[in-house]
């Protein structure tokens, strides 16, 4: 609804911060009416709730103001591509800086292996201060706008980030938005006895509130740090610690705290990041009596984020990595009216999960069983799609998929822990359970790709046969990845067929925490292999090049909502269809260790079928039922046909 006191004051903000560029000021014009209905919903009954309004405008005006000439040249550029990050021609890898390649100076020296495998978008893995032993990977932020000194300065940022852009190549950084490290100067000053610092926190006099608290919420590390709060002796008070007991959650009750942290998103925005990932967005609104995670203040909250960004750094993506149920994750893309204006990206973890499930059954059912939930995505946002990352492997798909494909879910769970843990006898996988819980059994999963699917099993006993076999699936993992729609993220080492990293056992810092097996420190020397025919790095990296070469050359695999999921009677073979128009490409991946047929019909096109299709990954031309009535599939293999 058109107010005309606050297009006032729109137009008195933009006069006093000499901005006068129109599309600026058409962009704030049609977002300031839900800026202010947004921060009225979660806000309007803060007793200074019109001044902090008031700053929170000044903000967005200022971002625009410090943004830089060519950062503005480039948001015009994205806005003429349209939804730039829907092309096929991204590709992402993501990784450590100092595990990569050892400080951020070193990184332009990396680009053109990057760049000869294909990838083009880099998310970089947390880069800010962080306490040692005491930073969950780089997720407890000590200062959310200086780099960790050994990695290097914001201003080698600037200077990377400018390097990428010459390359038309994208970057990615975090932003950690639930909670800081108790290091952080507003938890110095809380500590310090500052009330004002006490209300950007939870914390509380006695275990009243937190005893009810924790009776709902679930606990997220339940070995290394059980309990969702710990005692400050120091205060005499609990303070909210969902994560581990040095990162202390922040009070998004307390509208100042909003406009700090969308500060530290303007900051980055401003740097040159095209995409900002905000980690665990789930989390960001507490209520007693919940769960604590999904509730509408968050996506509000997420939502006021986007509409601000959207009017001061247009360019810059938002990814909410949301690792929740599928029905849930589907509304961090927005909803209603809403809908594809709170995160443009989402983690495709649901899918992410059911290719291990397929791979450690050979059963795809329960891959299919999560389709419904998964193509309800709205047109305009996409996925981002993987097959590991740095964190744990979770089986966070639903209890209803796995009974429709006839399994009991507790058992079924438990067969694939044990699979990928090396306790199910016959499996070659060789991972390990993270965050098992002792009062529910349930646990997530760390390992490499390499090692999950394997290889560091056949190494270790040099049979060719099972090394070819684990080589068949990764590339059969990284396939489905590249077309199942959205932005593939490769993690690095994965490129390399790097297995599992055990040298994180001599670190105190890290011992505790298994994930650190599958973050591997590159060996350079090792990597040259990559370009040494026969060695199993050149196998996994030379496939990776042809898998994202072929991607790009296919506009029909852009994130257009344009997936079609194939009903078939083999419980192997998962397939779907990617089309525009009357142009269309069937994919076929066989998950199986034993080879398997699916019928010709399959490609059956408006009742007809073609004499011959083309396998795009293979090369081969294949003659329609001249031989057989079925397309046979060897074991892991795929086929990319047209």
């Not at 495998?117 to 200062?143: R, T």
């Not at 097959?387 to 639903?398: A, K, P, Q, V, W």
């Not at 058992?411 to 359970?433: E, F, T, V, W």
Request: charged residues 25%; aromatic residues 12%.
């Amino acid at each position: 609804m058109y107010n005309p006191a606050l297009q006032h004051k729109l137009h008195e903000l933009v006069k006093s911060h000499k901005i006068k560029d129109a599309k600026f000021v058409e962009r704030f014009t049609a977002n300031i009416d839900d800026i202010q209905s947004h921060f009225n919903a979660i806000y309007g009954n803060h007793p200074h709730a019109a001044n902090l309004f008031q700053s929170l405008l000044n903000s967005i005006c200022q971002a625009y103001v410090d943004r830089s000439d060519d950062l503005k040249k480039r948001d015009a550029q994205k806005e003429k591509k349209g939804q730039w990050f829907l092309s096929q021609d991204l590709v992402g890898m993501s990784l450590y800086v100092d595990r990569f390649a050892g400080q951020i100076n070193d990184l332009p020296s990396k680009l053109p292996y990057l760049q000869k495998l294909g990838v083009n978008f880099l998310h970089l893995m947390p880069l800010f201060k962080s306490p040692e032993g005491e930073s969950d990977g780089g997720y407890a932020v000590e200062d959310f706008r200086v780099v960790e000194d050994r990695l290097g300065t914001i201003e080698d940022l600037r200077k990377f980030q400018s390097a990428l852009q010459k390359e038309d190549m994208y970057l990615m950084i975090d932003i950690v938005l639930n909670h800081t490290s108790h290091h952080h100067e507003w938890a110095k000053l809380a500590k310090s006895g500052i009330k004002e610092y006490q209300e950007y926190f939870y914390m509380y006099d006695d275990r009243r509130i937190p005893d009810q608290m924790e009776e709902t919420m679930p606990e997220i590390f339940p070995e290394s740090s059980p309990g969702s709060f710990t005692y400050e002796e120091k205060l005499d008070k609990w303070v909210m610690t969902v994560f581990h007991h040095y990162q202390w959650d922040l009070n998004y009750t307390n509208p100042k705290v909003f406009i700090e942290m969308l500060g530290n998103v303007f900051f980055y925005a401003n740097l040159g990041v095209d995409v900002v990932r905000i980690d665990a967005p789930a989390f960001i609104w507490k209520q007693v009596g919940t769960s604590c995670q999904n509730l509408p203040e968050a996506h509000q909250l997420l939502q006021l984020i986007k509409m601000c960004t959207e009017v001061a750094t247009p360019g810059m993506a938002i990814l909410g990595e949301a690792i929740v149920a599928p029905a849930q994750i589907m509304e961090y893309f927005g909803t209603g009216r809403y809908a594809t204006h709170e995160c443009d990206f989402a983690y495709n973890a649901t899918q992410m999960a059911v290719q291990w499930d397929a791979l450690a059954t050979g059963d795809v059912r329960i891959m299919q069983n999560a389709q419904h939930e998964l193509l309800r995505k709205p047109l305009g946002a996409t996925w981002l799609t993987y097959t590991r990352c740095h964190d744990d492997i979770g089986l966070g798909y639903d209890d209803y998929m796995i009974e429709q494909a006839g399994f009991t879910p507790y058992d079924h769970r438990s067969y694939i822990k044990n699979y990928y843990s090396g306790a199910q006898p016959g499996s070659p996988a060789k991972g390990a359970l993270f965050a098992v819980n002792p009062k529910t059994q349930d646990a997530r999963l760390s390992g490499s790709l390499a090692s999950l699917c394997g290889l560091e099993s056949a190494i270790e006993k040099n049979d060719k046969a099972a090394i070819q076999t684990s080589i068949d699936k990764i590339i059969l993992m990284q396939a489905m990845s590249m077309f199942v729609g959205g932005v593939p993220m490769l993690f690095y080492g994965d490129e390399a067929g790097y297995t599992n990293d055990y040298s994180y056992l001599n670190d105190s810092g890290k011992s505790y925490d298994n994930r650190w097996m599958h973050r591997p420190i590159i060996d350079w020397d090792r990597n040259k292999s990559v370009g040494k025919k026969g060695t199993t790095e050149n196998q996994v990296y030379s496939a990776l090049q042809q898998l994202i070469k072929l991607r790009r050359s296919l506009p029909i695999v852009a994130d257009l909502k344009n997936i079609q999921w194939l009903e078939n009677h083999n419980n192997s073979i998962a397939g779907f269809v990617r089309y525009i128009g009357e142009e269309k490409i069937t994919c076929l991946f066989n998950f199986s260790s034993a080879p398997q047929e699916i019928t010709w019909f399959i490609m059956d096109s408006n009742g007809q079928r073609p004499a011959q299709v083309k396998d795009l990954w293979s090369g081969e031309t294949l003659n329609v039922g001249m031989d057989h009535d079925h397309l046979r599939l060897e074991p892991y293999q795929f086929r990319i046909l047209r």
